[in-house]
């Protein structure tokens, strides 16, 4: 058991390493995080404890922590990467391809901070984001951007008492609303 965990950590360190170089893995993630789960040559079946809500579609997820954040994942394809406070990546299978959205956070020398979203076939679209304000147990960030779903928005980080993560509320896209990533 010692030696798996190593192993999640040392390949979960990796994992961050090349998302910050901005290198996309193409293979599907959630088979990457299976293997990394595999016990004596079983595949434990993860549970799916969390719904990622998009485009009036719901997800069912799992979720793995490591050093960096946490990995939402099923095994329909859908992977989304939570660095602790943005989320910077969101794939999934649309039924036709898969499509990624990438958004890049900048801290802006007065506090506030620049994300920039990208697809991979336009221009990135940038908004303007406030700090983060505590409220109550989770995090606030208020945001104003160019167009769209993206002319003003918040990203919420819902934590429990212990202060647990138990929801996201984050624009991954500005061509659609907000996405909810929660605990069920």
């Known amino acids: 058991m010692r030696g798996g965990f190593i192993t999640l950590v040392s390949i979960s360190t990796l994992l961050l390493v090349l998302s910050g170089c901005s290198v996309s893995l193409q293979s599907n993630q959630y088979t990457f995080i299976k293997e990394l789960l595999t016990r004596n040559g079983q595949q434990e079946k993860l549970p799916e404890n969390w719904v990622v809500l998009f485009q009036g579609r719901t997800y069912p997820a799992f979720a ?5 954040g946490t990995f939402f994942a099923n095994d329909k394809g859908l992977f989304v990467s939570f660095d602790g406070w943005q989320v910077t990546q969101f794939s999934f299978h649309d039924g036709k391809r898969k499509k990624d959205f990438f958004i890049k956070s900048e801290t802006n020398g007065s506090g506030t901070f620049k994300l920039e979203y990208s697809d991979g076939r336009r ?3 940038s908004s303007s984001c406030q700090p ?28 429990n008492v212990r202060g647990e993560l138990v929801s996201l509320y984050y624009l991954v896209s500005p061509d659609s609303s ?7």
Request: aromatic share 6%; glycine share 12%; net charge positive.
């Open 64 to 68: 793995v922590n490591h050093q960096g």
């Open 123 to 125: 221009n990135p679209i």
């Open 132 to 159: 983060w304000v505590r409220i109550g147990t989770g995090w606030t960030q208020e945001c104003l951007g160019a167009k769209g779903a993206l002319s003003r928005y918040s990203n919420v980080i819902t934590l």
């Open 178 to 184: 907000p996405t909810e990533i929660k605990l069920i």
